[in-house]
């Protein structure tokens, strides 16, 4: 089609293709938006998005470059025979096959293991045992001053703890001492360099750091829980232990399985304390997997080996914590 002038000798018209391309986007902007969205914000409905991703984006990028990346060539170097410096050789699976049945190292997953009864039973069962008690005096100095002191040790540093009780598990440190004054001094021995007592030693360590946290946090939700059921509960003739199974534990099942999550990773993943304790002896009684990791890497330079390590360790973790989370969820539901 041609364009048309108007008699009077006027503008010059649209041509009728360009009219109805005009008239359909005019009717589609005047078109109500399914969302009761006027115009101008349907323009705007992409930019919180795009906002978002670039907020995220440093955090990406150094998670991709501190956590994935060195997560992926650590899967790449545990197929290899390699010191850290000189060319490395294709071993295939034969570094796994070394972690599982080194006894060396099969006791250090032992241990570790072990370790889950001091780093989550004590303190998960403390802590609950403490909150419920601190629950049931009255909000004041008392209630304050015992959450301040028992988190205390969850402020220290890791390694700071372990050289102070280092120094009050030798033989004339304060807990022989104090076996003396109260007639047991018979009992007393260099806690840390005995094989039987080592580990529960270094146990108690992580029990003593993490018992403040499990309080706080467990205390913390108890508060959420409705007082009206333990109003019902004592109407009903229900005593301290029927309110504590019945009421307490049930209303705290995400709050412990956090704790239990957290705590759990901290046992199998331990290394400060022994680090700063006993360097995993006498012997190897305290050694756990990172102290293992640790000497095979950095003082054997068999990187591929710590490598393996590292990846079966990490896979030891997720089978044990990610049946609880889903357990946690499966209940709620």
Not at 190 to 215: E, R
Not at 266 to 294: E, H, Q, W
Request: hydrophobic letters at 50%; proline letters at 6%; charged letters at 15%.
């Amino acid at each position: 089609m041609t364009s048309t002038r108007s008699r009077s000798g006027g503008d010059t018209t649209y041509p009728a293709l360009s009219a109805r391309r005009v008239a359909r986007d005019l009717a589609r902007e005047a078109a109500p938006d399914p969302t009761g969205r006027p115009p101008a914000r349907r323009r705007a409905a992409g930019r919180p998005g795009r906002i978002g991703w670039v907020l995220v984006a440093p955090a990406l990028f150094f998670y991709a470059a501190f956590v994935l990346w060195p997560l992926i060539q650590g899967v790449q170097y545990s197929f290899y025979e390699w010191n850290g410096i000189g060319p490395s050789t294709w071993v295939g699976l034969s570094n796994y096959l070394t972690v599982f049945t080194d006894p060396d190292l099969l006791g250090a997953i032992r241990n570790a293991f072990v370790l889950i009864a001091f780093f989550t039973v004590i303190p998960v069962t403390a802590g609950l045992v403490l909150a419920t008690l601190i629950r049931s005096v009255r909000a004041g100095f008392f209630s304050s001053a015992s959450q301040t002191i028992l988190f205390l040790p969850q402020i220290i540093p890791l390694a700071a703890a372990g050289i102070a009780w280092s120094w009050m598990y030798a033989q004339t440190g304060a807990v022989n001492q104090i076996l003396g004054w109260i007639g047991l001094g018979r009992l007393a021995r260099p806690w840390l360099g005995d094989y039987q007592t080592a580990l529960p030693a270094v146990g108690l360590i992580g029990s003593w750091t993490l018992t403040g946290l499990c309080t706080v946090l467990l205390l913390t939700g108890i508060g959420k829980i409705d007082v009206s059921l333990y109003e019902a509960a004592r109407l009903d003739g229900a005593g301290w232990w029927r309110e504590f199974f019945t009421i307490t534990i049930p209303g705290l099942r995400q709050e412990l399985a956090v704790l239990v999550t957290i705590t759990i990773i901290a046992a199998l993943s331990s290394f400060d304390i022994i680090y700063t304790t006993t360097l995993g002896g006498p012997g190897r009684a305290t050694l756990v997997p990172g102290i293992s990791i640790y000497r095979i890497g950095f003082t054997q330079s068999e990187v591929g080996l710590a490598s393996a390590f590292g990846i079966v360790l990490m896979i030891l973790v997720l089978a044990v914590v990610l049946p609880i989370q889903r357990l946690s969820k499966v209940r709620d539901k």
